[in-house]
């Protein structure tokens, strides 16, 4: 080990300009080193204990923060004198929203009382005098002045001082006891704040440096490719190469990662080993699934759920029992008539969820009802009692990475229950509120195991050690940052003291910090930027234009992967089933599409169905079928309907409508408002049905709603008619097939026909020699249909004079055979007869057809 510095010989100069083999050499001397993030400190830890061959003690390497408070308690413990309570930064913020609140409730959010936290420590850290005259000029900040006014006076009161007032009182300390010699490592430049504490440190005979990097020793080059695909080539072709060379660790600066995260992690995943790269991206604490699910337990009502509420609540692998339940939860949740609500009654849920999810609504059933207000010490039970109740988390076994994410939410509970002082008694709404900022604020990366890529944003790779560097997007853009002053500090100010994104000089000051920092803590560095993003053309950052041209190997050869044939037939048989669920549906989608077929009743998938308000359009087309089956139930023929008076009609169509919407309204499912709505509209639908019915020729009913088995092809289709009627005159038969929308072409002629039932129920019997589509809609009743020659139905189209019904019937025949044919075969093609059928497809994103 070279020792290129001395600690002794150093004079006491602000800054040095070290190698790393100083850092670990004066850690061997028993400096201290501070750092300005805790990630840093226990870096060099690692860095120090990997670089002697012999175990050694642990150096005294701390972040910035546990320094401070070590002087401060060390102090007054040492004076036996009580301290004032130094606030966390979770307890800052809840005064700032109940300052806020008070103010502003109407645009109380996280980001804002965030930014107003945030205002607030770089005011402390550039030591700005809020009774300045300049607070005044703009409305933001003299709204800012009154905040921070409130917010110290609630300090006093409580007896608690924020970190930074922290440390003014450090630096009143009169005998401190402090280490021999400090190096501040990893600060840019000293807030005029730390500058104090320099000078404090200075004055009580502690040697205080400012370690800087020295001159690069690495190669560095720019990179400029034509867009971000060719920038993440090369990239990949880099670290392919590196690793093959055994190089490690690498560093990937990503200066937007917040915004690429999800996307590049995927990148990763594709090209590497999880054990190969890790991604520093600390997340707030909610966007992890487990914590979004214990804190929808928590907000859980026992009155009302939306749909969406429900979803999560069934499906949530963090419940009691999940594991057992799976399947009939996912049935419950595709297919129950509760899930077409867009809100769902609590009580109604865990009754039905009774027969179909038993363990699920026991555990629901005995939820505890929260108090209306409560203590923190209380809401926290109360809180946890609830998370108990459910069973959470499950009893799935935890991952590692799950096992962090659980014992962090459960400090969160801790830090919930430290804010009891600053509170006496909250509502429920006002306690899940506090626990949820604190959730949402709460930044959390779980901690993996050291890997050879390690990918990070700017501010995580100020101070990385590595034997290589990428840094991308080194646009002009990013680097150096653009100015982005704080909107509660008069700009003058900011101005005048250079706080941070006020001045371009500092920004770029601190780029040059940065980049130097990089170049000197990595053998190798490339800086890239894509010279197109989107439609954006980009410029290189000002920084980076010197550096000589870094040529990108060819690729890697596991970057080209081996092509590979595939031939796909598209064709799956039907082994001995004859009898297939699906009724006509099933030949009108081979018809449509033999994928959409294959989908939806070979692998019997469906969408989930969206909630909607009131009644869905399915259960408003199956009322209307029974209202009308319920009609021609009472009335057996026409001569039935011509003797009631239009009184007697409307009172038998009220009565039918009751009946009809009866369960519905049993069931809570229809307010009274819908409840209206819908009658209504049933009323309008049955009486333009009614005109229609008298203006026909005489006829009886001779079906309804008949159930019946039919073979076509290879298959037996269950099917159900709606209505069949004979014809008094003629003797002939009519089919009536109801509908909420008439098809938009008629399959009388069609090869494959779309809409094939009533083709189908024609075959049934020799006698039908009319088909009708009846579409009730919009208050009105609209025919259409086909008859053979001589029909004397109105509104009913007759065959073409060159057409026979016998040979209609027969190509009928012919090609629902045809099509049956096809679904047994498994014939499963994604090829719709027309490309506007895709639009409305519930399978898109299964067959993956691009159209
Ligand atoms: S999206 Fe088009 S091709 Fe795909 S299944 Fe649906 S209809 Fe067929």
Redo the contacts with the bound molecule.
């Keep these: 080990m070279l020792f290129k510095l001395s600690l002794d010989k150093l004079s006491q100069t602000a800054t040095i300009s070290f190698y790393m083999d100083d850092l670990l050499s004066w850690l061997d001397q028993g400096a201290t080193i501070i750092t300005p993030t805790t990630r840093l400190a226990q870096e060099i830890h690692h860095f120090y204990l990997q670089s002697w061959s012999k175990p050694r003690p642990a150096p005294t390497c701390v972040s910035y923060t546990t320094f401070i408070r070590d002087i401060y308690h060390t102090h007054y413990t040492a004076q036996n004198k009580a301290c004032f309570y130094v606030l966390s930064a979770h307890h800052r913020r809840f005064i700032w929203r109940n300052i806020l609140q008070k103010s502003i409730p109407q645009n109380l959010n996280v980001s804002l009382i965030k930014e107003i936290d945030e205002t607030w420590r770089h005011a402390q850290q550039w030591l700005i005098d809020f009774n300045h005259p300049d607070f005044l000029l703009t409305t933001q900040t003299a709204q800012y002045q009154q905040w921070v006014q409130a917010f110290t006076h609630q300090l006093h009161q409580i007896n608690a001082l924020t970190f930074e007032q922290m440390i003014e009182h450090v630096l009143a300390i009169q005998n401190p006891r402090l280490p021999k010699q400090l190096i501040w490592y990893g600060f840019d430049e000293l807030t005029p704040l730390q500058t104090l504490l320099h000078q404090f440190l200075l004055k009580h005979h502690t040697y205080s440096w400012q370690a800087t990097p020295p001159a690069s020793q690495s190669s560095t080059w720019q990179c400029m490719t034509k867009d971000e695909y060719t920038e993440r080539e090369a990239l990949l072709v880099w670290l392919k190469d590196l690793r093959h060379q055994g190089i490690q660790p690498i560093n990937v600066v990503i200066p937007d990662l917040t915004q690429q995260f999800a996307g590049l992690k995927r990148w990763f995943s594709q090209h590497f080993k999880e054990a190969e790269f890790t991604f520093f991206h600390a997340q707030p604490l909610d966007t992890y699934p487990l914590v979004a699910h214990a804190l929808h337990y928590l907000k859980l009502s026992k009155h009302t759920l939306s749909h969406h509420k429900v979803n999560l609540l069934v499906s949530s692998p963090y419940i009691k029992h999940a594991d057992v339940e799976f399947l009939a939860r996912a049935e419950f949740l595709q297919h129950h008539a509760l899930m077409e609500s867009p809100f769902i009654s609590f009580v109604h849920l865990v009754q039905e969820l009774t027969m179909h999810a038993p363990l699920l609504a026991e555990v629901l059933q005995n939820l505890t009802a929260y108090p209306a207000y409560a203590s923190i010490n209380e809401w926290v039970t109360l809180f946890l009692e609830r998370l108990e109740q459910l069973g959470f988390p499950g009893e799935q076994a935890f991952s590692s990475v799950q096992y962090q994410i659980y014992q962090r939410l459960q400090t969160v509970f801790n830090e919930f229950q430290s804010l009891h002082f600053l509170t006496s008694k909250l509502s429920f709404k006002e306690a899940i509120a506090t626990l949820e900022n604190l959730i949402q604020t709460t930044l959390f990366q779980p901690q993996t195991l050291q890997t050879p890529i390690q990918i990070m944003s700017l501010s995580e790779a100020n101070n990385g050690f590595g034997q290589a560097m990428w840094v991308m997007n080194m646009t002009d853009d990013n680097v150096p940052r653009k100015l982005k002053p704080l909107t509660f500090i008069p700009f003058s100010l900011q101005k005048k003291y250079g706080m941070p994104y006020a001045l371009i000089e500092q920004e770029l000051i601190q780029a040059q910090n940065m980049l130097k920092r990089f170049a000197s803590f990595n053998q190798q560095c490339v800086f890239s930027y894509a010279k197109l993003t989107a439609e954006k053309l980009n410029l290189p950052s000002p920084l980076i234009r010197h550096l000589p041209n870094f040529i990108p190997k060819p690729g890697h050869k596991s970057l080209q992967p081996a092509l590979e044939t595939y031939q796909e037939t598209y064709q799956y048989p039907l082994t001995d089933q004859k009898t297939t669920k699906g009724g006509t549906r099933l030949l009108a989608n081979q018809a ?2 033999p ?2 077929a294959f ?1 939806a009743h070979r692998l019997h998938l469906s969408k989930p169905k969206p909630p909607i308000d009131g009644l869905s359009f399915a259960k408003r087309g199956q009322l209307m079928h029974k209202a009308m089956e319920l009609i021609w139930r009472t009335l057996p023929n026409q001569a039935a309907l011509n003797a009631l008076s239009a009184s007697a009609i409307t009172a038998l169509i009220t009565q039918i409508i009751e009946r009809v919407l009866a369960p519905f309204k049993a069931q809570k499912i229809l307010t009274d408002t819908l409840y209206e709505v819908e009658a209504a509209r049933l009323s309008r639908l049955m009486h333009a049905a009614i005109i229609w019915e008298k203006t026909r020729p005489p006829f009886k009913i001779k079906a309804l709603e008949a159930q019946s088995v039919i073979d076509v092809g290879a298959l037996q289709l269950n099917v159900r008619l709606d209505r069949l009627d004979v014809c008094l005159t003629t003797g002939k038969y009519l089919i009536i097939d109801y509908k909420s929308t008439l098809p938009t072409t008629m399959p009388w002629r069609e090869i494959r026909p779309k809409e094939p039932q009533l083709l189908l129920y024609a075959l049934l019997d020799n006698r039908i020699e009319t088909l009708l589509f009846a579409e009730l809609n919009a208050g009105s009743f609209t025919p259409k249909g086909l008859c053979n020659h001589g029909n004397i139905d109105t509104d009913i189209t007759s065959i073409k004079k060159d057409e026979n019904w016998a040979n209609l019937r027969d190509t009928w025949q012919q090609s629902l055979t045809k099509l049956a044919h096809e679904f047994k075969a498994g014939v499963c093609r ?1 090829e ?1 007869t027309q490309s506007t ?2 639009q409305s ?1 519930e ?2 994103s299964l ?1 993956r ?1 691009t159209t």
């Design positions: 449509m599409c994928f959409k989908a994604p719709p059928l895709c497809c399978f898109k067959c057809i």
